[in-house]
């Protein structure tokens, strides 16, 4: 059996208890190591064989996963964050029905939760945005053509993008292109939950020279909206003069 499971956005104890309980009874682990904490290695069992998958390709992947699976042993394929976003473990998946080998997932806490959280934030707010759009920039990897940031930028709704760090200029055209004013606020927030995790809080109209001086190019968040700043509404769902399935408004 292969298990893909989420290790969470970086910080050991932010993994799941069945990820963390996979992990320990693991006999081979395949590693996202670019992205991973090393220290989650650090609960595997004596004699565990640990692959980086950063050095390897799909095939060599697959072909691990494979071998072990059909040898008996307990396989960890461990992504960062939340495996079903930027994980390309469909291809994985795939590659495994093809070859007979059952899988199983066990999702993580993904990096924008851990950002939020690091921030104090909340994306969803009474009155300011009911819409998280989390995507990323097009770059090396394009993106379909009706998710164009933009386009995306056009609904004013809180954003998330990952991956995109390195292309702060670009990002800055065209979310002021798609309709975001200059003084919308964003952050920056770098390696959420590490040792070394950096916010560095900017405007839509600050965000390439903010990124640019900070030197930062890639393990970071770019959080865009409303939501940074401002102040909002009460919520519905604990106001005294509101009902709902658990209680009857107050005079």
């Not at 998946?93 to 806490?109: R, Y």
């Not at 009706?146 to 709704?157: N, V, Y």
């Not at 040792?195 to 640019?212: D, F, N, Q, S, Y």
Request: hydrophobic content about 40%; overall charge negative.
């Amino acid at each position: 059996m292969v298990h893909f499971v989420g290790a969470g956005p970086g910080a050991p104890d932010l993994i799941t208890v069945r990820g963390y309980n996979l992990l320990r009874q693991a006999d081979v682990v395949v590693y996202a190591g670019s992205l991973v904490n090393p220290e989650l290695l650090q609960g595997c069992k004596p004699g565990c064989r640990c692959y980086n998958s950063a050095k390897m390709t799909l095939e060599e992947v697959v072909s691990v996963l494979e071998s072990a699976s059909k040898n008996g042993c307990e396989v960890v394929r461990l992504h960062t964050g939340d495996p079903a976003l930027y994980g390309a473990i469909r291809e994985q998946m795939e590659a495994l029905d093809a070859l007979g080998v059952p899988w199983d997932v066990t999702p993580g806490v993904s990096s924008f939760s851990a950002a939020a959280a690091v921030m104090g934030a909340e994306y969803t707010l009474p009155g300011v945005s009911q819409t998280v759009i989390l995507t990323r920039c097009a770059g090396r990897t394009p993106v379909p053509e009706g998710e164009a940031l933009s386009s995306l930028a056009s609904h004013g709704a809180s954003m998330v993008l990952f991956l995109s760090t390195g292309l702060a200029e670009q990002v800055q055209a065209d979310l002021l292109a798609g309709g975001y004013d200059p003084d919308t606020p964003a952050a920056v927030v770098y390696k959420a939950s590490w040792p070394e995790e950096r916010i560095l809080r900017c405007t839509v109209g600050t965000l390439a020279g903010t990124v640019a001086a900070s030197g930062l190019k890639q393990t970071a968040l770019i959080t865009v909206g409303d939501f940074l700043s401002g102040t909002v509404e009460r919520s519905k769902l604990y106001d005294p003069g509101f009902s709902h399935g658990w209680r009857e408004a107050k005079p």
